[in-house]
């Protein structure tokens, strides 16, 4: 009878806290579980029952604890928990919390997350990206643009402007565009053949003047600015980075001191700045910048302010004082990108942006854009470099042949062809399913970060995969290189905006424990106001939670109670194991918080690793709720698979080094215990699905075709050459052509062909003169060969090409 009470008081608990039931039921089942027991079995179980539900009382019952267990708890509270700066708390206060923040609280609610259907794009949305889009794209070629010219063709320029591509964000009634943030992120993933086409687009529809000025400028900057950066009649930078504020922004040493000052023949109250930024996008070809600066009224002209923070303003390019227009040379991708620097530059007070009233909002502002910019221009950047270089990775695995097969078909190269296929269709999920949100109202800080960060090492890695499967073809610059320069400039998306390692370390689970946490705001609300009410009220639920996720990563780790998904057969264990997992995230989130404190703060690798168990977990919905929405074509089933099973490896590897590297011992050793009572349950994904994947991507499969879908895959007469397109022609022929292949092999072998005939086009021949190939087939064949040859082919030049001084040159052969 013991051991059955036992049972029933352990099962009872685990359902209820799963729950969150409250503490009375709680205390009803231990109570009545100890009356029985005293009765019907052990002395010592009734004493532990009762003695639980009195603990339980004493803690649990509002009335009980708050006259004497709360008041010594917040005042110990008060002594431990983080400071939070003025900036902190601004950025904390950016944004909202969506789908993140279900994750935090370890029972995500799905019905969340599937209730704001993607319903695509527009009909004048779709038009832009099927004709605009893949026009810009056809009229620029990667060497051309990189290295032979350092700027797009004169002609894009023209094109850019005339079509509106830097208004996409502003309003019709201002003659921009006015597009949805699906249809920008679009945009930007069918541009991203080019890195320099698509950070010319992106950044003046991201973080800079236009959107700042749609938000917060007055109608007078409205009226004056917004038509002439929708038109291309001004081009706009925005200058916040600098010699000694990067990633650290907030500590800009920029300064603008209120004073009066001659401006147009009389006396002005304006700012007087001096400033030097660098790495500014655009900055030598705009004709408005953008500016953040820290300003001061020491003189108290303006009132008793005198140090008002970090304020924005926006001046024209010929303003006195300015020096603009040198460059920097961008690591592989020399888009424009230059210093500016100011020295005494006087401007009106009605130049910061928003008039005066905005003076010292500036970081507020930027935090506020950033949050929305950050999800799509480098994401989608990202998620289109992915798809461009799936479409070239896999076209050119088929047709380059190596020991009498296609090198697509060697499991050495069907690995990484798979990781491309499979980040191709996570980074989709992620920024397509993310910009969703953003339309329905949503402004995701966190996930932001959790894009930015993850999208670019993905991008980065893609094109590590893709130059290795392409080999030599790759590694030689010249016109026909249709990677190699996008590959040396991944390392610009990992840096800006950002600086990716800042990111994963210490804002995505940095700003989210805070910011995503259902309680740990209230809880340093409560604290701030001295709100004793507030905090009891916040403090207990929030142990609530923690009892609760105990009981569900537990209860979920051995396969008991799963989740209730609204997924297909497909897709539903996937769900259930983000639910498993986001109660074990969440129990170790306030583990950490809890054991370390404010030291958390410098626990970089700590607070990273956490920060990879959200982010995969947010990764891995974005892939399901893409599943849920779309109708899957022949073949997809294997590349979702795969995608998710990938990510919660991740998510388990991060997981368990965490638990690894958690400074409390006692404390690691008990999650680990709840967590993953029975180790490692995700392994990598199976080589059969990578096989599949790779055959998927490297032939004219309906894979293929929809994760190429956001590519730039036609040529058109008269535009330059486009490698995906040449590759999906030859892949549609390819049957035929492998069938052929085999053929004059066979025939070789048995000696039916002169042993001289060693290159295709001569094997070709022969068997037309041997009457193994009919004349249609010797035709198709020499068309189709000509075709591989050329996608094989790497340029050359003359000796003294590459010398910028030809003075320097060395005649190695004088003779």
């Known amino acids: 009878m013991t051991i059955i009470l036992l049972v029933v008081a352990v099962v009872g608990l685990l359902a209820l806290l799963r729950k969150e039931a409250g503490a009375k039921p709680v205390i009803g089942l231990l109570a009545v579980t100890g009356v029985l027991s005293l009765f019907f079995a052990s002395g010592v179980l009734a004493l532990v029952l009762l003695a639980g539900a009195a603990a339980t009382a004493a803690a649990g019952l509002p009335g009980f604890r708050q006259s004497w267990l709360t008041p010594r708890i917040f005042a110990m509270f008060k002594k431990v928990a983080p400071k939070v700066s003025d900036t902190e708390k601004v950025a904390l206060e950016a944004g909202t919390v969506g789908w993140d923040g279900e994750i935090f609280t370890g029972r995500p609610d799905w019905h969340n997350l599937l209730i704001n259907r993607n319903t695509g794009l527009t009909e004048k949305e779709q038009a832009f990206i099927d004709n605009q889009c ?36 502003i309003p019709e009634e201002y003659g921009g565009l006015h597009f949805s943030a699906k249809a920008q992120s679009a945009v930007l993933q069918r541009l991203s053949c080019n890195e320099s086409l698509m950070v010319s687009v992106g950044v003046p529809n991201s973080l800079g003047p236009g959107e700042l000025l749609v938000k917060y400028g007055t109608e007078e900057q409205k009226n004056h600015y917004l038509p002439r950066l929708a038109d291309g009649r001004d081009i706009p930078c925005f ?36 400033f030097e930024k660098r790495w500014i996008t655009l900055a030598p070809i705009a004709t408005v910048v953008g500016l953040a600066f820290r300003m001061f009224d020491p003189d108290g002209l303006l009132g008793d302010t005198k140090d008002y923070g970090i304020t924005c303003a926006l001046i024209p390019r010929d303003t006195k004082g300015m020096e603009i227009g040198r460059r920097h040379c961008p690591i592989g991708s020399p888009f ?50 992915a798809a461009y270089a799936a479409g070239t990775a896999g076209g050119f695995t088929r047709i380059r042949r190596q020991f009498n097969t296609p090198v697509a078909d060697m499991e050495g190269v069907q690995e990484p062809l798979a990781r491309i296929a499979a980040s191709t269709y996570i980074a989709q999920s992620a920024v397509n399913q993310t910009a969703n949100m953003i339309d329905k109202g949503e402004k995701p800080a966190v996930p932001s970060a959790i894009l930015k960060y993850h999208l670019t090492e993905m991008q980065r890695s893609v094109l590590t995969d893709a130059m290795d499967v392409h080999g030599g073809k790759t590694v030689t610059l010249g016109p026909r290189n249709y990677l190699g320069i996008s590959y040396s400039g991944a390392a610009v998306s990992i840096t800006v905006e ?47 939670l923690i009892f609760g996720n105990a009981a569900r990563a537990l209860t979920l780790a051995f396969g008991v109670g799963k989740s209730d998904v609204p997924f297909d057969s497909a897709a539903r264990k996937y769900a259930q194991a983000v639910a498993r997992f986001s109660a074990a995230f969440g129990l170790c989130s306030d583990a950490a918080m809890t054991t370390l404190g404010s030291e958390l703060k410098m626990r970089e690798l700590i607070s990273a690793r956490l920060g990879d168990i959200l982010a995969n977990l947010y990764l891995a919905s974005m892939v399901l709720k893409n599943w849920h929405e779309n109708q899957p074509v022949e073949g997809e089933r294997d590349l979702m698979e795969y995608s998710l099973s990938l990510l919660l490896h991740r998510a388990e590897n991060a997981l368990d080094e965490f638990l690894q590297n958690l400074p409390n011992r006692a404390v690691a050793l008990v999650l680990r215990g709840v967590t993953m009572p029975l180790g490692r349950r995700w392994d990598k994904p199976h080589d059969d699905m990578a096989r599949s994947l790779a055959r998927a991507i490297s032939t004219d499969s309906p894979v293929r075709t929809k994760l190429l879908e956001s590519v730039w895959s036609t040529n058109e007469e008269g535009t330059v050459e486009n490698p995906v397109a040449q590759y999906n022609g030859l892949l549609k022929d390819y049957d035929k052509a492998e069938a052929l292949y085999r053929k004059v092999t066979k025939a070789y072998a048995k000696g039916q062909l002169p042993m001289t005939a060693l290159h295709p086009e001569e094997r070709f021949e022969e068997a037309l003169k041997a009457d193994i190939f009919s004349k249609e087939e010797a035709d198709f064949m020499r068309r189709y060969e000509e075709t591989v040859l050329e996608m094989l082919t790497v340029d050359d030049f003359p000796f003294d090409a590459f010398a910028a001084n030809k003075d320097t040159l060395i005649n190695h052969n004088p003779s």
């Not at 056809?138 to 023209?158: F, I, K, Q, T």
């Not at 409560?526 to 004793?532: H, P």
């Open 498 to 544: 950002g600086a990716n390692i800042m990111t994963r370390s210490l804002m995505i689970f940095g700003q989210g424990a805070i910011r995503c946490h259902p309680y740990v705001l209230k809880e340093l609300a409560a604290k701030d106001n001295d709100d004793v009410k507030a905090f009891d009220e916040a403090f207990f639920g929030h142990a609530g």
């Open 336 to 385: 424009m990108n230059g210093p500016i620097k100011g020295k005494d530059v006087f401007i009106p007070l009605d130049y910061i942006i928003g008039g005066q009233e905005m003076a010292g909002q500036g970081w507020r502002m930027l935090v506020e854009c950033l949050s929305v910019g950050r999800c799509i221009t480098l994401p989608s950047g990202a998620a289109g470099t």
């Open 239 to 274: 200058g916040l980075t600098g010699p000694r504020a990067g990633s650290d922004a907030t500590s800009l040493p920029d300064t603008g001191i209120v004073c009066k000052q001659k401006f147009n023949g009389k006396e002005t109250l304006g700012i007087k700045l001096n």
């Open 134 to 169: 893949v026009k810009a794209a056809s009229m620029c070629n990667a060497w051309d643009v990189g290295v032979e010219r350092a700027d797009l063709p004169p002609e894009l320029w023209e094109f850019l402007k005339k079509e509106g591509f830097f208004g996409m964000i």
